[in-house]
């Protein structure tokens, strides 16, 4: 292909209005994560959490191709995914700082966002916790002819979890439309993927399930979409499952206070490059005309504001009552 | 005498009827079909086995291979994918082949089942079924013979069931499948084959409420599962040597019917707790350690536990007849809290 | 005053001295290293963090990456990875990050270590030490704040240590390793930080001896691990209003000192137990099941337990402060054994 | 290479020595298999048992490369196992019988043959349960130094099992000493394979963790001995673990009541074939005229009579005395 055609190819994969979701969706997260470490650190928030800033791209990208009636499973670092999967800021901050306004009242807490009326299965402080569990969404989907296709989010680091290896093989023989999008971000807490995986690549380990399996830059949101897309509409016309291995890096530690000494320098600026997604969707937009700075900037403006609303409303609101600790165990008991 | 069948074609049935009335019911396991995929058997919509102990016979035959699905050996995906689908609007019931195999799949059942919807803020029900077969005398050894209701009754958002008969075992499975909650459904092994009265129709057995399956007023004998039949032959030569026992079956442990019990030991002013768990944090210790705060003043006697020993369960065959609680050791304990020796066998 | 370390540092230093007094233990577990095998951490022999509580801080630096391994995150395999190493002649310490993750990892725990010596008929020794951090209070919701020994505690083959202090955390560690027997070590995240006095040398306190943390006449307070904390500040508060509690530590759950607990009671005549798991099935229920029936005579007053509700940790912080027993909830309780509602704080 | 080069190089793979022994353990566990289904029909043994006859390649191809110190971890399916690692005949039936004299003292049985003398961790009643202890042994021998070699023993339908996964990841990353030997006869009780696993083969697996994976014919004995001795040789030689798959056939079911209507008739004939391991092995060893006729038959009668002894002694060893219930369980307490 010339480069001009790629260029037109690529200026077609993104509706105006798939970029201006993405993109908005991209620096909600990032100013959400944002917020978060400050409200972590100055105590209005919980004592800890693990933020996605920098993997945007992932959450993002994936999740532009999902309805209300897709599912997605999560992890620890699941805030990004709750937002790119329609999460509401306030109700997602205030859980955050266990208020009762909270997505879950206030009970689940950072590592426990979900929202079941988005399709949000929820975010698991279990490494690898939610792959079976998104099985279990597929096979709902397939027995029922729902036509909804189930996202299973994981860490480089969950990927030597025996469930991994379960929930693909699982998945493969019985052809659940499940996508498993692996985030590389390189490291399990402190813990180099490169010294705990034995695999060369994440995706290599899709052979051994008969599964497709991808290896693609996490950061480029663009790529994300395309190669999940495709992924996701296997899927979704009953062709069964696929492995990406989305190659991506966090801004942060593993949690807020990691002060990351097994980064090299160049890895500690990487969030200062072009490999910075934010910065990589901008330059994309810009180069294909699709958003005007102006737009963006706009975009940024309004979001900063929503975000402040969304830390104040966390703060204002109030805990949940004494009693709250004994409802919920179950429906009936 | 109304139809009589095995603790196994009662489950059976009850599997059968609860995915006759609701098309969201559906069954996996390891060889709930058996031979799935295998095209001569297939073709012909025959299954290989129907459960290892036959339970899911005849399921997939009826309702397809859709909703009764063999697994790949994998215990904590398969009750992890129990929890995903229930979540999503399905209502599975999961057989894990032992309970033993809790080791593997504990995390589905203690960390996502039992705390969804509590830590979802109560916005998550995981109506889930998951059937464990469970305990010694059979000559399996060590590691497909324990008894772990106990450990399972541990974990709030759990409901745990244990039935002592074929009836019970129809009945409280079919409430078990329309209940809203994870309830973990232990099967004794050594019931399966055990034959009682059941009606065909639909029934439930409300999950929460004790049954008194033998009335009395010596003593009480609250039993477990298994340990409900061997009471009440306990209770029988009790009654030979002019001892009145009253055998509780809780049938659930969690929730737990203290009502019933308590009443029972008001009338009787002493307890023994039958359970074929090992002793330590077990069924029987929590039971006792209820009445003794609840009914303190009621209590004549102290409160005796008979459990297995505390050791894994041993394979020769003479070790394992020692190893479960049987009819005489439970005479054993009613004879102290009777304070009566006479009574012991010879 | 001689030398205050934290019980992280009381662990660390036991983990040492186990290191350097034999070169069979070793050391493995997410992260317990962090960073193995970047050159850039390698070649200057630096760790990326030494444990994710920092327990095992420094020991890659001084014994090596050969005897102190990172591991993938795969707990089952991590254990029984232990189990075959303990088996085969190293003592290996392993490192499970949260106790909750019992939920991957009990079938090594529960169905191998426990298992191998009686199913090998007392051929094969497991001298294995799995440490496991527990407990809430640090708003990790509930999958990372379980409180999971009693289960622990009901497997017979296994040996359960919950410290309840920098010195005891030491003393059992090392008593621990040097233990021929599969050894599960609970260590109260909330006790991390916790400063004591703790002698710099090699010592010892073996497994199965309760201590006397206070001793007091009026109502015996048994308390594990983090909880004896709180029953000494609830001791102290008493105290002031007449009440001479003795807070009793049984420092190990399996083996239990009975003897020591039972002397207590006789001498005191009521019992209140605190313990942070939840009710069911629980330690407190044991404890509570043993005295009630060996020491029926001796008691004036039911025997009261406090423990978490029956439900999941909550995040929430206020909510959390309720869920963990405290020692106002301690107090409530002994006001009712000595049937005294004047004590309770107001 | 040209028909008698192979011929020659087929023939000089086995010493007199190895061949005979290789025979001798081959007739041994197929008869031993014999007198337990026997034993367990008449009710001299425990109630049930997995037997391993028409699997004896696998078994004896691989031990026969291992010594004292090596060692090996088994399945419920292990009597096979046992006495190719040098177990007595006349403990290991009379643990069958749950009597005193048996190897664990009659409380491990059939599913928990063992003996730590001979290198034999021990058969596992948990499917995969033996794959981590595998990896522990390995790492005694690493850090000892000790130069033993591991083999993991596992089935088909534990290579769906979480724990493969974890365990050949971490054997792979620490370059463990440990041989994992797949014995694929095709179906998990009564589940198949080419429905369970989403593998093609089995060993396409090995590809996930960057180690050498092959496929080969179980029944054959001299393949299982090259092939399986190349990877005992890597794995002492520091160059760490192996996937083996071997495939192969068992004549019985599951269990020794199992009516197999799972098996096609060609499948229930597979004993009767060339593909059987004893027969293809007698004819391999005719035509390279490594053993004759009459020696063979010398060493089967001879097994025959120490097979019926080792029942005998079974039968008439006493029980464990009944104190025997509360030994074993600590060292100490
Ligand atoms: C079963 C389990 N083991 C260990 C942990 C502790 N833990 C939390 S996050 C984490 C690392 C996960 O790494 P990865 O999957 O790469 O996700 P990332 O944090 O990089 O997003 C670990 C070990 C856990 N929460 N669950
Ligand atoms: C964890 C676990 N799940 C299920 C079982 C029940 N079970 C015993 S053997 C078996 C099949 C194992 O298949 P495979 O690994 O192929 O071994 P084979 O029997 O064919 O030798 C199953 C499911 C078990 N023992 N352990
Ligand atoms: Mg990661
Ligand atoms: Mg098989």
Known sequence: MSNTQTQQTQANILSAEKTRWIYRKMVEIRKFEEAVIKGTRNGSLGPFAHTSDGQEAVAVGTCAHLNEKDYITSTHRGHGHSIAKGGDLNTLMAEMAGKATGCDKGKGGSLHLADLTKGNIGANGVVGGGLPIACGAGLTAKLTKSGAVTVAFFGDGANNQGVFHEALNLAAIWKLPVVFVCENNKYGEYTWNGYATAATKISDRAAGYNIPGKTINGNDVVEVYQTVGEAIERARNGEGPSLIECETFRIQGHGISDPQIYKTEEEKQLHLTDEECIKKFKSYVTKHQLLSDKEMSEIDQSIEDTVEKALQFAINSPYPDAKELYTDVYVSY | ?346
């Open chain 2, 1 to 346: 005498m109304s139809r009589q069948i095995t603790t196994v074609q009662a489950l059976n049935e009850a599997i059968k009827l609860a995915m006759r009335a609701d098309e969201r019911v559906i069954v996996m396991g390891e060889d709930v079909v058996g031979g799935t995929g295998l095209p001569h058997l297939e073709e012909q919509n025959i299954e290989a086995v129907g459960g290892a102990f036959r339970v899911t016979k005849g399921c997939s035959v009826e309702f397809g291979r859709e909703r009764v699905l063999d697994t790949p050996i994998s215990e904590n995906t398969i009750v992890g994918t129990g929890v995903g689908a229930a979540i999503t609007g399905l209502r599975p019931i999961v057989e894990v082949m032992f309970n033993d195999f809790l080791g593997y799949c504990l995390d589905a059942v203690m960390n996502q089942a039992a705390k969804f919807r509590y830590m979802y803020g109560g916005k998550a029900n995981v109506p889930l079924v998951v059937r464990m077969p469970f305990g010694a005398g059979y000559g399996a050894g060590a590691q497909h013979s324990q008894t772990l209701y106990s450990m399972v009754t541990s974990v709030p958002g759990l409901k745990v069931v244990v039935p002592s008969s074929p009836y019970d075992a129809k009945g409280l499975l079919l409430a078990a499948v329309e209940d809203n909650d994870p309830v973990i459904f232990f099967e004794s092994i050594s019931l399966y084959g055990l034959k009682g009265e059941v009606p065909e129709g639909y029934y439930t057995i409300p999950l929460g409420k004790a049954e008194i399956k033998r009335a009395g007023s010596d003593v009480t004998i609250v039993a477990i599962g298994n340990m409900v039949q061997r009471a009440l032959q306990a209770a029988e030569q009790l009654a030979a040597k002019g001892i009145d026992a009253e055998v509780v079956d809780p049938r659930t442990l969690s929730p737990l019917d203290e009502d019933t019990i308590l009443a029972s030991v008001e009338k009787t002013n002493r307890l023994v707790i039958v359970d074929e768990s090992n002793p330590r944090c077990s069924a029987a210790a929590d039971i006792a350690a209820i009445v003794q705060e609840k009914a303190f003043d009621n209590l004549d006697a102290p409160i005796k536990r008979v459990n297995a020993p505390h050791t894994p369960v041993p394979f020769s065959k003479p070790l394992e007849d020692l190893y479960t609680p049987s009819a005489e050791n439970i005479i054993r304990a009613v004879a102290e809290v009777v304070n009566d020796e006479s009574i012991i066998p010879v």
